[in-house]
């Protein structure tokens, strides 16, 4: 079992197209995980109203859910929805997710682990163990030999949902260097935000109809793959200007708080 990163259209894409593609092995099942003021947020909410119940903001962001969905679909596997719970989630909230992701022929399951630890998270093992056997047809998104153009243009269509690629004049005459050195054949290693399923963090819930651009490329021969830059995006994203920690404190009892 593996973490594969950020949302099935950054982590999951590099872990089936590259990883997997390059050891031969393939996924038996894959679980996303959705949290309800995730969804809230997508539906449009502000960060002060997403503890707000809100079933019909829920309804609204779940075309987010949606395409993460139907991305891993595109590689021949039904996942399972691990609706991460806390404790401002309602019930009416939660419903909604697994109503509409049943409505897709996915099976959502509340996660209670972060509350009740091991035992909350059963329904979701026995879940995936369950969807293991849907899991026959498994498929790559694309084939290593193919143009650096056409990989992008299939990521970028295909996963985000965006209406095309656009290049940089660096990333042109970078283009030019790959192809000469001969590494047009390796697997794509695509970095955007992880806010969004475009290149534009501030593009909320599945936006369509928009432009990806490539402002550069990094060459990575040694690890075996592509690099293409896409948008605004830093490379490692850093710490909050006041970490969690300022908050946590211990009582002379051994008492730990400020962890919620």
């Not at 197209?17 to 092995?25: F, Q």
């Not at 960060?47 to 903001?57: F, G, V």
């Not at 163990?129 to 030999?145: A, C, G, Q, T």
């Amino acid at each position: 079992m593996t973490e594969a990163g950020f949302g099935a259209d950054l982590g999951a894409e590099k872990f089936i197209n590259i990883k997997c593609a390059s050891s031969g092995l393939q996924p038996s099942a894959v679980v996303i995980v959705a949290t309800i003021k995730a969804l809230k947020h997508h539906g449009g909410l502000k960060a002060d109203e997403l503890k707000i119940p809100n079933p019909e903001a829920v309804a609204k962001g779940f075309c987010n859910l949606q395409k993460h969905i139907e991305n891993i679909q595109l590689y021949g596997i039904t996942p399972v929805v691990a609706i991460n719970n806390f404790y401002s989630d309602s019930e009416e909230e939660n419903e909604v997710v697994i109503r509409m992701c049943a409505q897709l022929g996915v099976k959502a399951v509340l996660c209670k682990g972060f509350v009740d630890g091991g035992k909350g998270a059963a329904p979701l093992a026995e879940a995936v163990i369950e969807s293991m056997d849907n899991n026959k047809e498994f498929r790559f998104l694309y084939d290593w030999s193919d143009t650096v153009e056409n990989k992008i243009h299939t990521i970028a269509t295909k996963i985000y949902g965006a209406a095309g690629v656009e290049y940089s004049s660096k990333a042109k005459t970078q283009l030019k260097l790959i192809k000469s050195l001969g590494l047009e054949g390796l697997p794509m290693c695509m970095v955007k935000t992880p806010m969004s399923l475009s290149d534009d963090e501030k593009k909320f819930g599945r936006p369509e109809g928009f432009t990806v651009t490539v402002r550069e490329f990094e060459i990575s021969a040694g690890a075996g793959f592509l690099v293409p830059l896409l948008g605004d995006v830093m490379r490692m994203p850093g710490l909050p200007a006041e970490p969690s920690a300022e908050h946590i404190s211990i009582d002379k009892n051994g008492k730990v708080w400020g962890l919620f």
